[in-house]
């Protein structure tokens, strides 16, 4: 990665909500680094919006341009009067993303503003100079695509500019990606919860040293007739393969599982995140609570994994999610099945019906205190297993345990849940 001499810098890696928080977390990640968002508001002159007097950033930072100022006559009261209501939305998508968290501190520190692509470069251009207000000692603009023209203009703001393509001609963002569709409040909330304030954990090895994946890769799975896409990451010293199977309309991208996994390769363990249904199937209701056909595609998927001659001799686990939960019971169900370890996180176990009496592999139920209804169908189902079986309640969590701390917790529970079956004993 061209950011990696940054490592062992004293970094903020900064995300422009919301699409650039995925892709900043990633960069984080990478680097070890704290991330968060930076929060920025044009101020638009009041007869004509679209054209920028200043910007504004938290902590009463505010940035104008003289310019502009001058030449539309915009008095120091007209220009207060946008900022208060500016201010006001601001400060609102400030709790909405952090909560009660404080902004990390950038001051004497390397700021790397992150976004996932840049058209005009307005918003971006309003971040390096909100992060500089707050004190960095230098800030890098760092984005996947963007116009070379624009980049132009931002290098006269930014320390340094990072940009991996910058394709001639430009027309739009979205057509540099195979997927981009938006990114959620949710998501970013979720994301930045992850990332607390501590560093995002990078991989690696014992002794400290940095441990490269051998795969770390999109791919295309075959089961059946159909292929599915999946994301394949197998650390250096592998213990042992984990294939996420998700719930209703989630995918591969959930940055719920996505930091599972995180967890998961730090420890050691290769992860499958792969969609069970085409993009054709998932517009289809009956097709994504069908989990005969989720299971049967599990285990086709399973099988893939067993071909693959880097692969093959690993111990095989499944995480499920909600629905996903009860397709994962249900592949690993029969007399058959090598399956070594399952965990549910807030699933429905249920959904496998009388193949729960089948499971023979390790499996672990983690549901949130305060998601009722999933809860009592989980204790129901734990008595239905007859293999080695356990029900974690996560107290005060929710369905998606958004609340903080809470993701931590089942990542750490399933860490060691598949360590603890998942690695063969040697010797």
């Known amino acids: 990665m061209v950011l990696q ?114 058209a005009t470069g307005s918003t971006a251009l309003a971040a390096l100079q909100v992060a500089k207000a707050h004190g960095a000692a230098r800030v890098i603009l760092a984005v996947p695509v963007a116009p070379r023209s624009t980049l132009a203009r931002l290098a006269e703001a930014a320390d340094e500019v990072v940009c991996l393509e910058s394709p001639d001609p430009f027309f739009a963002v ?37 441990d490269p994946p051998i795969r770390d890769d999109d ?44 967890v998961l390769n730090d420890a050691g363990l290769g992860t499958l995140l792969v969609d069970l249904l085409t993009r054709k199937e998932e517009v289809d209701r009956s097709k994504v609570f069908d989990i005969d056909l989720l299971a049967q595609r599990l285990k086709e998927v399973t099988g893939w994994l067993r071909s693959q001659p880097d692969l093959g001799t690993s111990a095989i686990g499944f995480f499920g999610a909600s629905t996903g939960a009860g397709a994962a019971l249900m592949a ?32 672990l139920l983690i549901v949130g205190g305060n998601d009722d209804v999933v809860l009592d169908l989980n204790r129901t189902s734990l008595e239905r297993l007859a293999s080695v079986k356990e029900l974690t309640v996560v107290p005060g969590a929710t369905h998606l345990f958004e609340e903080p701390g809470a993701l931590e917790t089942v990542a750490s529970l399933a860490r060691d849940w598949f360590l603890r079956y998942l690695v063969q004993p040697t010797g």
């Open 5 to 118: 001499r940054l490592k062992h810098d004293d970094v903020v890696v900064l995300g422009l909500p919301r699409g650039g928080v995925p892709v900043a977390f990633e960069v984080a990640r990478a680097l070890g680094a704290p991330l968060d968002v930076i929060l920025v508001r044009k101020v638009g002159v009041p007869f004509q919006p679209e054209l920028a007097m200043g910007a504004i950033g938290e902590d009463g930072v505010r940035i104008l341009d003289p310019d502009v100022l001058r030449m539309t006559g915009i008095t120091e009261a007209e220009f207060t009067g946008v900022e208060r209501r500016e201010r006001s939305e601001l400060d609102r998508r400030a709790v909405q993303f952090r909560g009660n968290r404080p902004r990390v501190p950038l001051e004497g520190r390397t700021a790397v503003v992150v976004d996932d692509g840049i």
């Open 332 to 363: 690993a169900a029969g007399p058959g099945s090598d399956i070594a370890a399952v965990v549910s996180r807030g699933g429905r176990p249920d959904l496998a019906g009388s193949e729960l009496h089948h499971v023979t592999a390790p499996t």
């Open 219 to 262: 791919v295309d799975v075959q089961a059946g007739r159909v292929s599915l896409s999946g994301h394949l990451f197998m650390p250096e010293v592998c213990v042992g393969l984990v294939v996420f199977a998700h719930g209703s309309g989630s995918s591969r991208h959930s940055p719920r599982n996505r930091y599972v996994a995180s």
């Open 174 to 210: 979205g057509q540099w990606y195979r997927n981009f569709s938006q990114t959620s409040d949710e998501e970013v909330v979720t994301l930045l919860r992850t990332a607390g304030h501590g560093r995002v954990a990078a991989t690696f090895t014992a002794d400290g040293s940095d």
